[in-house]
T-cell receptor, first 115, second 115 residues
Framework: EAQVTQNPRYLITVTGKKLTVTCSQNMNHEYMSWYRQDPGLGLRQIYYSMNVEVTDKGDVPEGYKVSRKEKRNFPLILESPSPNQTSLYFC??????????????FGEGSRLTVL | AQTVTQSQPEMSVQEAETVTLSCTYD???????LFWYKQPPSRQMILVIRQEAYKQQNATENRFSVNFQKAAKSFSLKISDSQLGDAAMYFC????????????FGKGTRLSVIA
């Protein structure tokens, strides 16, 4: 089954404690992306990656890091989480060869709370 | 930068009736794609319908159809014969046709379906 898998699905942590949200896709997609969803703001892109070792900032990259060492994985790293990073996070992927209106496949979301 | 505006934070519809969700966008590009995503309480992002800007014909997927007005930069979603399962948050999204550019989302419209 084609899917994007995120872990953990839920996490409560404290300010300053480094954490990583993993994302893995099994569709051999080149393009992967992280979004955060906040009430009244919709989804905003944090980082994206066009392929292995190619990453770039989205609209709200501050406080986040990413890496793309393998095609299937795109972890989101919060080096020193702060309460304003409490949010619902989505990982998504798409075929890079698709130049049309290809579907962006989303993971199930990770609810992060920073105390 | 492109922006997407959903002017209705909340809408409600009676079961079996028809409802239209509004979306406008701002872009200087001529070639792009538009999408409607549904987010039920499970938080999963589900693609409902997509439209290619160069196609004049409005997209249709079963009970879901769009009214795409390119000159007015409007992309509304019509849901016919509304069902209880249609209750969700709906997001309008825009993507440029050039390269693997990110999806730009509106802030969402929460749709309630009344039995």
């Amino acid at each position: 089954e084609a899917q994007v898998t995120q872990n953990p699905r839920y996490l409560i942590t404290v300010t300053g404690k480094k954490l990583t949200v993993t994302c893995s896709q099994n569709m051999n997609h080149e393009y992967m992306s992280w979004y955060r969803q906040d009430p009244g703001l919709g989804l905003r892109q944090i980082y994206y990656s066009m392929n292995v070792e190619v990453t770039d900032k989205g609209d709200v990259p501050e406080g986040y890091k990413v890496s793309r060492k393998e095609k299937r994985n795109f972890p989101l790293i919060l080096e020193s989480p702060s309460p304003n990073q409490t949010s619902l996070y989505f990982c998504a992927s798409k075929s890079g060869r698709d130049r049309g209106p290809g579907e962006l496949f989303f993971g199930e979301g990770s609810r992060l709370t920073v105390l | 930068a492109q922006t997407v505006t959903q002017s209705q934070p909340e809408m409600s519809v009676q079961e079996a009736e028809t409802v239209t969700l509004s979306c406008t966008y701002d872009t200087s590009e001529s070639d792009y794609y538009l999408f409607w995503y549904k987010q039920p309480p499970s938080r999963q992002m589900i693609l409902v319908i997509r439209q290619e800007a160069y196609k004049q014909q409005n997209a249709t997927e079963n009970r879901f159809s769009v009214n795409f007005q390119k000159a007015a930069k409007s992309f509304s979603l019509k849901i016919s014969d509304s069902q209880l399962g249609d209750a969700a948050m709906y997001f309008c999204a825009y993507r440029s046709a050039w390269g693997n550019t990110p999806l730009v989302f509106g802030k969402g419209t929460r749709l309630s379906v009344i039995a």
